[in-house]
């Protein structure tokens, strides 16, 4: 108990100093515990501080250095310099620094960079923003980096998502963990592409372990994403699939193509089968009319299986091992993929 009653009269203490020394300096340094009582008193709503330390919660008209509060920090005006909160910073205008909080940012935009636990909501941003969860801007020209979602109307930059990216005009890049959506994109790199400026297609793909998909291929002009679904009509046991991917047209002189894809396969039997393939394919692709794509060439395979009817159904591996004392099979050998896909 001494030890407590020792750290409040110690705070007082400080209270009291730091509080002449705000009174002596225009009240540019304020210290207190949530509003009104602070060193600001009544006044916190209308002063612009170069310090604050907020125990609970900060109100000001503005801050241009450095503030700390264990909460909720208020800024009704501009905010420049550092500011952190424990839990959230909401800037009435501008902020143009560095905005740090435990689970949100919101501010009318501005310049800074922002960082949350959960989500940074801005009218417009030229800085950064980095939040777990969900970053929600107007007009971005930087970056923008979540754990899940990424909003924003025109970017000029980067959008990085764990799962979703949605904007309207990109002059950048999208990168997102499965989806990206925009009304037109430089260059989208995930599983689901979508822009009016892109290209999205529907292919039925048949390879040479005889496993046949029907897959989404979305993109630019470049890069585009590989997702589908499908069933091995050899297999008896390993015979529901699924594929991901990404491909690059390396050459596009219409109605000739060359893509290039980087795909992963899987084959099911739900129960104790495993078969995982990797492939790197070239596909020159030749166009009939103005939907419909014929393609088809070799591909490099990676296999690993604990499967005995896949391991047997290939002759010759350039190489292998395992596939002993319960121990999965691993193998590489030239195959192929083959395919028609019709642009939506």
């Not at 916190?44 to 310090?51: E, I």
């Not at 839990?87 to 689970?103: D, E, M, P, Q, T």
């Not at 029907?214 to 297999?235: D, E, H, Q």
């Not at 296999?303 to 190489?319: F, L």
Request: glycine share 14%; net charge neutral; hydrophobic share 45%.
């Amino acid at each position: 108990m001494k030890k407590i009653y020792f750290a409040i009269l110690l705070f007082g203490f400080l209270f009291c100093q730091l509080a002449a020394i705000a009174q002596t300096n225009n009240r540019k340094i304020n210290i207190g515990l949530f509003p009104p009582l602070s060193s600001n008193w009544t006044d916190a709503r209308k002063d612009t501080n170069v310090f604050s330390f907020n125990v609970l919660a900060g109100l000001s008209a503005g801050e241009t250095g450095f503030g700390i509060t264990g909460l909720v920090n208020v800024v009704r005006g501009d905010a420049s310099g550092f500011q952190l909160a424990g839990f959230s910073n909401h800037i009435g205008k501008s902020a143009n620094g560095f905005l740090v909080a435990g689970f949100m940012n919101t501010s009318a935009g501005g310049r800074g960079f922002e960082i949350a636990g959960f989500g940074n909501f801005a009218k417009t941003s030229s800085g950064g923003q980095v939040a777990g969860f969900a970053n929600v801007s107007g007009d971005i020209s930087s970056v923008q980096t979540a754990g899940f979602m990424n909003i924003a109307g025109k970017v000029n930059g980067v959008q990085v998502a764990g799962f979703i990216n949605v904007a309207k005009n990109v002059r950048g890049t999208q990168f997102a963990g499965l989806i990206n959506i925009a009304d037109t994109a430089n260059c989208q790199i995930g599983f689901v592409n979508i822009s009016k400026n892109g290209e999205i297609s529907l292919a039925a793909t048949f390879d040479e372990n005889h496993t046949l998909l029907l897959s989404l291929r979305s993109g630019g002009k470049f890069l585009y994403g590989i997702i589908g679904l499908g069933y091995n009509v050899s297999n008896k046991e390993n015979v529901y699939a699924y594929q991901a991917g990404f491909g690059a047209h390396l050459i596009n002189a219409e109605p000739v193509r060359l893509n290039a894809e980087l795909t992963g396969t899987a084959l099911l039997d739900f129960k104790d089968l495993t078969y995982y393939k990797a492939a790197f394919a070239a596909l020159p692709s030749l166009r009939l009319g103005d939907r419909i794509d014929l393609f088809a060439g070799p591909s490099i395979v990676y296999i690993e299986t604990n499967s005995t009817e896949d391991i047997m159904r290939h002759k010759k591996y350039i190489s292998s091992w395992g596939g002993e004392n319960g121990e999965d099979f691993h193998g590489f050998y030239i195959g192929y993929t083959a395919g028609i896909a019709i642009r939506l």
